[in-house]
Structures are given as structure tokens and as C-alpha cells.
């Protein structure tokens, strides 16, 4: 009971962190992509996004549905998953998805 409820914590925290992630950088983007480049639709973007959804979710479904066990493990793996690809894949994408040699 305790590790469930240590771990939806977690999750809380952790949607929290990602959220302000992805605001900072849809308001910086365009200090750091160039003038008229606010948000920028690469593959980190949209598994980043992706995560997020996955992760509210969870978390709505938590507080709306009372979601524990196996249902809510397996969402929290796919957005796990989802942040690795964001974050890690770039390879993965490059080499796999795409067909490309780095």
C-alpha cells in the first residue's frame, strides 16, 4: 500500500517536472532555435508530448477511477518508455524508424 501510494507520488512529481519541461521550452524556443522556430516538431517533441498525455492519464484515472495494479503499471511502463525514447532514442529513431546510418 505504501509503495503504491510512494509511487503515484512519483509520477505526480515527476508530471509536474515534465509539464514545466516542456512549457520552458515552447516559451524559449525561439531563443534557441532561431526567430520563428517557437516549438520545434522533432522526435523528442512529440515522444516528450506523448509521455505527458500517457502520464495525465494515469493520474486522472487515479484520482477519478481509483486505478492501482496492473492497469496503472502498465500505463506508467509506456510512459516510462515513451520519456526513454524522447530522451535516449534519438538513435533508435535515426538508425531503426528512419532507415538511416549516424
Keep these: 500500500m505504501l509503495i503504491a501510494l510512494l509511487t503515484f507520488r512519483l509520477a ?3 508530471f509536474v517536472l515534465l509539464s514545466a519541461t516542456l512549457l520552458v521550452g ?3 524556443g525561439e531563443s534557441l532555435y532561431g526567430a520563428g522556430t517557437a516549438w520545434r516538431w522533432d522526435h523528442k517533441t512529440v ?3 506523448l509521455s505527458w498525455l500517457t502520464f495525465a492519464i494515469l493520474l486522472i484515472g487515479r484520482a477519478r477511477f481509483g486505478w492501482r495494479g496492473r492497469r496503472a503499471a502498465r500505463i506508467l511502463y509506456t510512459g516510462s518508455a ?3 525514447l524522447a530522451y535516449v532514442g ?3 529513431v535515426i538508425e531503426i524508424i528512419l532507415g538511416r546510418s549516424p
Excluded: D, I, Q, Y
Design 12 to 14: 505526480g512529481a515527476g
Design 26 to 28: 515552447f516559451l524559449f
Design 47 to 49: 515522444f516528450s508530448l
Design 82 to 84: 515513451l520519456l526513454l
Design 90 to 92: 534519438s538513435r533508435f
